[in-house]
């Protein structure tokens, strides 16, 4: 079977530039371009997250997000005041990992293996 690249995730979100900015500012990653209706943000080159202007009621959908020093990535986040929602913890399925949240209130559950 062929290879695939990364997979890109596309949020609903009421404010492009609300989202992006607080994916920039509170979680690390860096503006990559913009149109009126879409926009995009990426981190480290490996992930990257599209952003497109809803106005209908937006669910919130869950993602996860592998870390490889996760316990420097939760602090930065925390530091930077990223809204989290459960903290750095064990859970009781032995995953290490951390949940924000975003302004539209998507969640990214932050995680490494134990």
Known sequence: MTKIGHLVRELPVSDLEIARSYYCDKLGFNKAWALPEIAAVSRNGDAAIFFRLSSLPITPQSHWIYAED?????????????????????????????????????QFHVHHDR
């Open 70 to 106: 996760l316990d420097g990535t939760f602090a930065e986040m925390q530091m930077a005041g990223a809204m989290i929602v459960e903290p750095l913890s064990v859970k009781p399925w032995g995953m290490r990992q951390f949940t924000v949240r975003d302004p539209d209130g998507h």
